[in-house]
């Protein structure tokens, strides 16, 4: 209720100091028009008489007059309002006596005391990707001269990805088949006179590679694979 009474107060004072004004204004525009349009077109000789022109003259200066004066007064009567409700303002928004002052400068010195002075925030670490396995080519031939044997019986390579390039220039079919144990892991088609690769993912340990066609590995065409 009183910051409602603080904003209409200066409206208030302001319309109440335009009154006089307003009627010191309306009363010289009423005699204009009373002098103009009821003696001024009625009469054409309007003032007929020296006291008559001298009375019209001093009241028209009288109310001309009034109307400045009014209007000087209101001015100065709207200015004082104005600057009563700026002081009465200024006093509502300011603090009590004894009151601790808040500053928006101490708050944020405050807040960025706090973050500076705070513990320094983790940096998430993630555990790095485990390496791929290693790739190892590997090359293998049969006898060109249609022996029943490789051109060797040892081939060794890194645990992940092996593969075989086996070359058959020989009249006779082969192929390379590779087995751990009893387990055969993959083998390469049958074929003769071309060249085919065979890719494999191994972990450590020995293999053994061989031509299935029969008879082929009985016949000594085998060797080991050691992975490492």
Same mark, same amino acid.
């Given at each position: 209720?009183?910051?409602?009474?603080?904003?209409?107060?200066?409206?208030?004072?302001?319309?109440?100091?335009?009154?006089? /004004?307003?009627?010191?204004?309306?009363?010289?525009?009423?005699?204009?028009?009373?002098?103009?349009?009821?003696?001024?077109?009625?009469?054409?000789?309007?003032?007929?008489?020296?006291?008559?022109?001298?009375?019209?003259?001093?009241?028209?200066?009288?109310?001309?007059?009034?109307?400045?004066?009014?209007?000087?007064?209101?001015?100065?009567?709207?200015?004082?309002?104005?600057?009563?409700?700026?002081?009465?303002?200024?006093?509502?928004?300011?603090?009590?006596?004894?009151?601790?002052?808040?500053?928006?400068?101490?708050?944020?010195?405050?807040?960025?005391?706090?973050?500076?002075?705070?513990?320094?925030?983790?940096?998430?670490?993630?555990?790095?990707?485990?390496?791929?396995?290693?790739?190892?080519?590997?090359?293998?031939?049969?006898?060109?001269?249609?022996?029943?044997?490789?051109?060797?019986?040892?081939?060794?390579?890194?645990?992940?990805?092996?593969?075989?390039?086996?070359?058959?220039?020989?009249?006779?079919?082969?192929?390379?088949?590779?087995?751990?144990?009893?387990?055969?892991?993959?083998?390469?088609?049958? /074929?003769?006179?071309?060249?085919?690769?065979?890719?494999?993912?191994?972990?450590?340990?020995?293999?053994? /590679?061989?031509?299935?066609?029969?008879?082929?590995?009985?016949?000594?065409?085998?060797?080991?694979?050691?992975?490492?």
């Amino acid at each position: 209720m009183h910051a409602a009474a603080l904003h209409l107060a200066p409206v208030l004072a302001a319309e109440k100091s335009k009154v006089p /004004f307003y009627v010191a204004g309306g009363v010289l525009v009423a005699w204009a028009l009373v002098v103009s349009l009821g003696f001024g077109l009625r009469r054409v000789d309007f003032p007929d008489t020296l006291g008559g022109e001298r009375a019209v003259m001093a009241i028209t200066a009288v109310l001309v007059l009034g109307a400045v004066s009014t209007a000087v007064i209101t001015s100065g009567t709207e200015s004082k309002a104005g600057a009563q409700t700026s002081t009465q303002q200024s006093a509502a928004g300011a603090p009590p006596p004894g009151a601790p002052a808040t500053s928006t400068t101490a708050s944020t010195s405050t807040t960025g005391s706090t973050s500076t002075t705070g513990a320094p925030p983790t940096k998430a670490t993630s555990a790095p990707a485990p390496a791929p396995g290693a790739t190892t080519s590997l090359t293998l031939a049969a006898d060109p001269k249609g022996l029943l044997s490789y051109d060797t019986k040892q081939l060794s390579a890194k645990a992940g990805t092996v593969m075989i390039l086996f070359t058959n220039n020989a009249p006779l079919e082969h192929n390379v088949t590779i087995a751990k144990g009893a387990t055969v892991l993959g083998a390469t088609p049958t /074929f003769t006179r071309a060249s085919r690769t065979l890719s494999l993912k191994l972990a450590p340990g020995n293999y053994t /590679f061989y031509c299935s066609v029969p008879g082929h590995r009985q016949a000594g065409m085998e060797g080991t694979l050691s992975v490492s």
